[in-house]
Nanobody, 120 residues
């Protein structure tokens, strides 16, 4: 069973940047399409970005297009999310997760989450 551990969250001012990482244990990381989901207080968890197993195809929620970039390094079993031009509405707990590459819906693997707080 692959385990996922996020890192890189924190407090940043609006307009700033953060880079999230998600380290996966186990040798089978590269069989999964992966992505980032987030959950803000009082809101449902929502899709942010996804990437296929090879990394060739990516998908983004409209509210992060042009600001966030998802990538992966299968040799290092690591998923990344570069977040630029952060806004206060990006404040949430960010989770890495395995996703279906068709629907980009979660398929069952989750990290514990990392808090991102953007101050205005």
């Amino acid at each position: 069973q692959v385990q996922l551990v996020e890192s890189g969250g924190g407090l940043v001012q609006a307009g700033g940047s953060l880079r999230l990482g998600c380290a996966a244990s186990g040798p089978t990381f590269n069989i999964y399409a992966m992505g980032w989901m987030r959950q803000a207080p009082g809101k449902e968890r929502e899709f942010v970005a996804g990437i296929t197993r090879s990394g060739r195809i990516t998908n983004y929620a409209d509210f992060v297009k042009g600001r966030f970039t998802i990538s992966r390094d299968n040799a290092k079993n690591t998923l990344y999310l570069q977040m630029n031009s952060l806004r206060s509405e990006d404040t949430a707990v960010y989770y890495c997760a395995s996703l279906s590459p068709g629907s980009w819906s979660p398929t069952g693997l989750w990290g514990q989450g990392t808090q991102v707080t953007v101050s205005s």
